[in-house]
């Protein structure tokens, strides 16, 4: 009978192994950012008038570690700062025409990289588990939109 093994193990081993072929890739193609950084980029790039806050809240970060990689990334000008209509004590943050073009050249390595790490998954399979990462996420109380 095959043992099962603490959830812990079945999530971070198959994460370890998609962020390690995610940074080779990343070296490979000369992309100077951690996945923590494209992740940023992506909430930017799909919601839209976010601010330092949001994003550390989205990924249940301290707003300090948010504001230093906020700041690598307004450095390489792939976001820029703008004051918010509303409320002049915030920033929204904006993808630059060069953030949108690390964006697409990074969407498209992690396309590469998921199709290589899901190759024999059939789509039962891979719509099961997408389904049980969001009951995990939800049962933690962080329920992640799903971007279709």
Do not use: W
């Not at 971070?12 to 950012?33: C, K, M, S, T, Y």
């Not at 059939?122 to 969001?134: C, I």
Request: hydrophobic share 40%.
């Amino acid at each position: 009978m095959e043992q099962v093994k603490p959830l812990g193990y079945i999530l971070g081993l198959p994460l370890r192994i998609f962020l390690n072929q995610v940074a080779v890739e990343f070296r490979n193609r000369d992309i100077e950012l951690t996945f923590e950084q494209f992740i940023m980029l992506l909430l930017i790039d799909s919601k839209g008038d976010l601010i330092q806050q949001d994003i550390a809240n989205h990924l249940q970060k301290d707003k300090s570690i948010v504001v230093r990689q906020m700041n690598g990334l307004i450095e390489k000008e792939y976001v820029v700062r703008l004051p918010n209509r509303t409320d002049k004590r915030k920033k929204n943050l904006i993808l630059t025409t060069k953030g949108t073009e690390i964006m697409n050249k990074i969407t498209e390595l992690n396309f590469e990289v998921s199709s290589k790490l899901l190759s024999g998954v059939d789509e039962d399979d891979y719509l099961a588990f997408g389904r049980v990462l969001n009951k995990i996420q939800e049962n933690g109380g962080f329920l992640i939109e799903q971007r279709q």
